[in-house]
């Protein structure tokens, strides 16, 4: 009787009802029907409400997207595209990930970085991406074959593109730069380089370590691009004030043509275009940047 009054069947009765009876029924009945839709609506509310958010949630990405500019793209979410997002992320700089596993993209987006859930190798993802205003690509995956399609479709939807490529194999590597990666890393090959300079050179490793990996020490090392004149452009290094005022020292000068010029003389002059390889302070590192990347025009 129960269930014939709560889902309005109406069968009717079994057996004939007493006053009290049919009271009890009509508050069964009011509070049974009443508990069932309000069940209802709080299932059916919670499923919109979800797929509303993830709509808002998917619109607000691809607007994020769009509005991306010389940011880079990370093809991977592996142990090794993790460590390149987290780095990138601290400098900051804009970076959105291609990724295609569901767990993956969970850590993703629990770390909030941007990302596409797609395959990089396709056209299609990489264009949502936004890769036409990208300012770098790194291809990740493991394996070699993906990254020489992720590079070819890369280099033909953006010639100007920065490629850096993981290689698993190293026979691999002549066919990633055919394909048209600018640079190709092994990190079995680095892994295996460092701990030799560990054991052959401990105290140059550990002060690598210290000015290059370690970020918010007393020294670091930073290449600064030159990209406007200022009052250190195209004066001799030894008046310029670096050194005398900010305290850095010059490491080197990479010149625009590709020339790198280590441990610069004195009457070596700055120019718009070059790469500064500097060490100090991290603060006065980030005057100089502001200093020579902000035009006076």
């Known amino acids: 009787m129960t269930i014939i009054t709560i889902t309005t069947v109406g069968y009717g009765e079994v057996r004939p009802l007493s006053s009290s009876g049919r009271v009890f029924t009509i508050c069964l009945l009011i509070m049974g029907v009443g ?6 609506g ?8 979800g797929q509303f ?11 994020q997207l769009a509005a991306l500019k010389d ?7 592996g142990r090794i595209g993790q460590i390149i997002s987290r780095e990138i992320a601290k400098k900051p700089l804009p970076l959105v990930i291609i990724e295609k596993s569901p767990d993956l993209i969970k850590t993703i987006e629990e770390q909030g970085h941007l990302f596409i859930e797609g ?26 074959a993906d990254n020489v399609y992720i590079i070819l479709t890369a280099r033909g939807l953006n010639p100007g593109l920065y490629i850096m490529a993981r290689v698993v194999d190293e026979e691999a590597e002549r066919n990633l730069l055919q394909a048209g990666a600018n640079r190709v890393i ?18 140059v490793t550990d002060f690598i370590e210290v000015a290059v990996h370690r970020g918010g020490m007393e020294l670091q090392i930073e ?48 120019q718009v275009g070059d790469i500064l390889i ?19 025009a």
């Not at 508990?35 to 209802?40: K, S």
């Not at 958010?53 to 607007?63: D, F, T, V």
């Not at 940011?71 to 979410?77: D, P, R, V």
Request: overall charge positive.
């Open 119 to 144: 395959d990089a190798t396709q056209e299609d993802t990489l264009l949502k991406a936004n890769i036409q205003k990208a300012k770098g690509l790194v291809a990740t995956v493991s394996s070699d």
């Open 35 to 40: 508990f069932v839709f309000y069940m209802f």
């Open 223 to 270: 290449e600064i691009p030159v990209r406007a004149p200022s009052r250190v452009t195209e004066v001799p290094l030894k008046e310029s004030g670096i050194r005398q005022e900010l305290g850095l020292i010059i490491i080197a000068i990479q010149r625009a043509s590709g020339e790198m010029l280590y441990n610069p003389p004195p009457d070596a002059r700055i």
């Open 71 to 77: 940011h880079y793209i990370i093809c991977g979410y």
């Open 42 to 49: 709080t299932i059916t509310k919670v499923m919109v409400e």
């Open 186 to 203: 092994s990190p079995y090959h680095i892994g295996a380089r460092k701990m030799a300079q560990v054991i052959l050179r401990p105290a």
């Open 278 to 296: 500097a060490m100090g302070d991290p603060q006065n590192l980030n005057k100089l940047e502001k200093m020579l990347g902000i035009s006076t």
């Open 53 to 63: 958010r993830r709509l808002l949630g998917r619109r607000k990405l691809e607007k």
